[in-house]
């Protein structure tokens, strides 16, 4: 299988508990994103990287939240100090550069915080 | 402030006939703009998309259709089909920009 590849699939935690997603994209994509999604909305975009650098992150986004890259491969997003307001699906996406680029999507992490 | 919206949160349509999904933006940098289409429990997957120097693509049974003047898009359906019930997102995306702003999406239901 080719595509984009998430893990865990889902994940339960206890509030103030740190996790870590992961994200293996399409191998010749450099672009990769995460997206959060709750229930009755579209995906709200967190961050995105291209090969290693983080080039843009949603002003929205906590400080609680971090993401890496580290050899422009697969990617990992932290969560620290999870609060029941993060209970979301965070989805994982890639593609190539270029003006007009479709993103591939993963099948996502649903996370829940109790 | 909404950049994407999806108005219609539901739609539902006999087999066989036309499926209308539409899609406002209000963003005037916005020049690229994609349907994907998502299943429950799976990430969305693309459907089709359009440049802002057309006002029509088709790719088979779908036909994505783009009016800049009224910042409208709508996505055509012929002939729908029960396997096209799904979750309808539009999203759209500006010159050199890595992310798309989606919106809320449609839940599309395709009676036999």
């Known amino acids: 299988d080719t595509g984009v590849s998430q893990d865990p699939r889902h994940k339960i935690t206890k509030r103030g508990q740190n996790v870590t997603f992961r994200c293996d994209p399409i191998?010749?994509?450099?672009?990769l994103y995460w997206y959060r999604q709750t229930l009755g909305q579209g995906p709200e975009f967190l961050t995105y990287?291209?090969?290693?650098?983080?080039?843009?992150k949603s002003r929205l986004l906590s400080d609680r939240f971090s993401a890496e890259r580290p050899k422009g491969s697969f990617s990992t997003l932290e969560i620290q100090r999870t609060e029941q307001g993060d209970s979301a699906m965070y989805l994982c996406?890639?593609?190539?550069?270029?003006?007009?680029?479709?993103?591939?999507f993963g099948q996502g992490t649903r996370l829940t915080v109790v | 402030d909404q950049q994407v919206k999806q108005n219609s949160p539901s739609l539902s349509v006999q087999e066989g006939r036309i499926s209308i999904l539409n899609c406002d933006y209000t963003?005037?940098?916005?020049?690229?703009f994609l349907w994907y289409k998502k299943y429950p429990a799976e990430g969305p997957t693309f459907l089709i998309s359009?440049?802002?120097?057309?006002d029509k693509n088709e790719d088979g049974r779908f036909t994505v259709f783009l009016n800049k003047s009224a910042k409208h898009l709508s996505l055509h359906i012929v002939p729908s089909q029960p396997g096209d019930s799904a979750v309808y997102f539009c999203?759209?995306?500006?010159?050199?920009?890595?992310?798309?702003?989606f919106g809320d999406g449609t839940t599309l239901t395709v009676k036999p």
């Open positions: 999203a759209a995306k500006g010159t050199n920009a890595g992310k798309s702003t």
């Open positions: 963003n005037s940098m916005f020049d690229y």
């Open positions: 990287f291209q090969n290693e650098a983080q080039l843009e």
């Open positions: 359009i440049s802002s120097i057309k």
């Open positions: 191998s010749e994509h450099n672009r």
């Open positions: 996406a890639s593609s190539l550069t270029g003006v007009n680029t479709e993103a591939f």
